[in-house]
């Protein structure tokens, strides 16, 4: 994989009965360190999207009010999301986390409901493809 590389997040959230799609792409730059895949996304030159990806688990930092939402299969795990005025605590129960590594490819799918203390808030599907771009 090269260090520029298209970052393509495709995304459902089901939230109410409303359905709610995200299809985004852009540049990034990929590093791998120990096993570890890292991608930074950038948007006119500023960092927007940091993602750590393991064959185990994915963690994706935004910027913005959230915080780090990390994806690990049979697990929950908690994202505090909000600003200097108030915050909310969401936990994330990822319900299937897969991984495809190849020369020119990492592919991540996610499956995982947010919750908000015991409500169910929604559910949510990602799939995140690192590819080589051009330069």
Known sequence: MTKNVWIHIKGVRVMDGER???????P??????????????????????RL????DLMAVTGNGGG??????????????YGDAQGGLR????????????????LWVRVEYALYSGHSHVSDNYM???ICPREV
């Open 20 to 26: 709610e799609q995200v299809d985004e792409t852009g």
């Open 90 to 105: 969401l936990d994330i129960r990822t319900r299937t986390f897969e991984s495809h590594e190849e020369e020119a490819l």
């Open 52 to 55: 750590k990806v393991t064959e």
């Open 127 to 129: 799939e995140v493809r």
């Open 67 to 80: 915080g780090e939402m990390v994806f690990e299969k049979g697990k929950e795990t908690g994202l505090y």
């Open 28 to 49: 990034g730059d990929y590093y791998k360190k120990n096993g570890k895949h890292y991608i930074i996304g950038s948007r006119e030159g500023s960092v927007v999207k």
